[in-house]
């Protein structure tokens, strides 16, 4: 699927509002575009029947190079913010810093450097669902280790309480779109890429068992702090498990539309 159309369509409409004050004009011009690629990896994430992989469509073709997009235009996005403005100032937790800590198959995990840990919040294309994308990383020019994201999806604005599954599955026929409400990744020390997203289908040549699981406790126009956990897998065959228990967050909205 081409996805320039899509991209150019965003582009007309996009209108980010940053949460910091005397934003650059030419970072405004890069993030506009990362963000509309974003979007447009989102809206390709939901026409190809969300996740409705057909025994020749495993997880080792599709599912990591969808990850993998999005993570690199995040990425690249907070870049492009962090050179010419210093963002939301420090969180007052305890640990006096916005974080992303959890535990995988049991090791300690965190993440706390000012630009790796951040939050996007964005209202879709087509649907007008509500998304948070959250993520956090050990190292500020590589994405593909020591990194965790997650995406919180819903109809209604994102609440504070509410608790947000992977196995809730929201449909919009209209515009051949479906997703979960919550979905994510974890890439180890190693680089090993593991993946909680499928929902289960019947075509599958495999049993499904991702799981993930998203709650928020603070809501601002600035920050978003919670608790999250997932069951993830490698890509098939091989299915290697990793089980993300303890999660939370306390990061800075790094932009929104």
């Known amino acids: 699927m081409n996805a ?5 369509k965003y582009l007309s409409n996009c209108n980010l509002k940053f949460p910091t004050v005397a934003p650059a004009p ?3 011009a890069v993030t506009h575009w990362f963000r509309a690629v974003t979007h ?6 939901g026409k190809n029947a969300q996740f409705g992989y057909t025994q020749r469509e495993s997880k080792m073709s599709s599912y990591p190079f969808r990850f993998f997009v999005i993570l690199f235009c995040l990425g690249l996005f907070a870049g492009a913010c962090g050179k010419s403005d210093e963002g939301p100032g420090e ?3 305890g640990s006096g810093q916005y974080f992303i800590r959890y535990k995988a198959n049991g090791i300690n995990h965190e993440y706390t450097a000012g630009k790796l840990v951040y939050a996007i919040r964005l209202t879709l294309p087509d649907t007008d669902a509500k998304q948070f994308l959250i993520q956090g990383r050990m190292h500020e020019n590589d994405q593909q280790r020591d990194a965790v994201f997650f995406g919180v999806t819903d109809v209604l604005p994102i ?3 509410t608790v947000y599954r992977l196995s809730e599955r ?3 026929p209209e515009h051949n779109q479906s997703i979960s ?3 994510g990744s974890h890439y180890s020390t190693s680089g090993e890429k593991y993946f909680a997203q499928l929902y289960p289908q019947l075509s599958l040549p495999f049993e499904v068992k991702d799981e993930a699981v998203a709650q928020f406790s603070q809501i601002t126009d600035k920050t978003v702090k919670g608790t999250f956990s997932m069951r993830a897998y490698t890509t ?3 299915l290697k498990e990793l089980v993300v228990t303890d999660g939370e967050f306390y990061v800075p909205i790094l932009a929104s539309n």
């Open 181 to 183: 409400r919550v979905f």
């Open 40 to 45: 447009s990896v989102l809206i390709l994430w």
């Open 170 to 172: 929201l449909e919009w």
């Open 91 to 93: 969180g007052k937790d």
């Open 26 to 28: 030419p970072v405004c």
């Open 159 to 161: 609440k504070v309480g």
């Open 236 to 238: 098939y065959p091989d």
């Open 4 to 8: 320039e159309p899509k991209v150019r």
